[in-house]
């Protein structure tokens, strides 16, 4: 899956956010549009591999209710969970 598609997913529906991050994403393209090393490359892509991996396992979107807090609904890791529970902390 490439950054584009991890950006444009029914995920992140913030326009303003997709807006932006597609900017990023091909600026970073133009600037190494260039690059001919195979190492170079092959880290370029990892670290694209990486950002991706960060964007679909750490961000978090919500949405502002009426009350004027954020809420999101959140999905098991485990496709047989029904809920998703937040650990404890330790003590």
């Known amino acids: ?10 995920t992140f529906s913030d326009k303003k956010a997709l ?5 990023e994403i091909r ?3 133009d600037a190494n549009r260039n690059v001919t090393d195979e ?3 092959k880290k370029r892509i990892r670290d694209g591999r ?3 991996m960060f964007l679909t396992t750490n961000v ?3 949405k502002m209710n009426e ?3 954020f809420e999101t609904q959140l999905k098991s890791a485990d496709p047989d ?5 937040v650990p404890k902390e330790a003590k």
């Open 67 to 69: 009350r004027g807090n």
């Open 60 to 62: 978090l979107q919500g």
């Open 81 to 85: 969970k029904e809920t998703w529970e």
């Open 27 to 29: 600026s970073h393209f």
């Open 1 to 10: 899956m490439s950054l584009v598609i991890t950006m444009s997913s029914k």
């Open 50 to 52: 990486e950002a991706q």
């Open 39 to 41: 190492e170079e490359i």
């Open 19 to 23: 807006d932006a991050s597609a900017i």
